[in-house]
């Protein structure tokens, strides 16, 4: 059974840093599309960063370009998202997903599952 645990989250001021993992088990990181989403309160669910099974990266949400970056440990079946400067507005609880599609370029929404119990992020002075 394919499953995430999703840790790393916490109080943060603005501008600070966090790294979020997203520890899978059951099957293998590579093998996958992996993507980092988040929902803030009174929002909908949106997909800021994808990584390919063959490691190729990209950021999806406009609004955290430059400043959080997705990566991959395949020894430790860990995928991670480093987030930094972070702002108010990224106040949300982030989850990491698996497609069932190896590439992150076509894999619609809808091919994302097996989401773990999420991690709160609070960006506050």
């Known amino acids: 059974q394919l499953k995430f645990v999703e840790s790393g989250g916490g109080l943060v001021q603005p501008g600070g840093s966090l790294r979020l993992s997203c520890a899978a088990s059951?099957?293998?990181?590579?093998?996958?599309?992996i993507g980092w989403f988040r929902q803030a309160p009174g929002k909908e669910r949106e997909i800021i960063s994808c990584i390919s099974g063959n490691g190729g990266t990209t950021t999806i949400g406009t609004s955290v370009k430059d400043r959080f970056t997705i990566s991959r440990d395949s020894a430790e079946n860990t995928a991670y998202l480093q987030m930094k400067n972070l702002k108010p507005e990224d106040t949300a609880i982030y989850y990491c997903?698996?497609?069932?599609?190896?590439?992150?370029?076509?894999?619609?929404?809808?091919?994302?599952?097996?989401w773990g119990q999420g991690t709160q992020v609070t960006v506050s002075s």
């Open positions: 059951g099957f293998t990181l590579d093998k996958y599309a």
């Open positions: 997903a698996a497609s069932t599609y190896y590439l992150c370029s076509g894999s619609p929404l809808s091919a994302f599952g097996s």
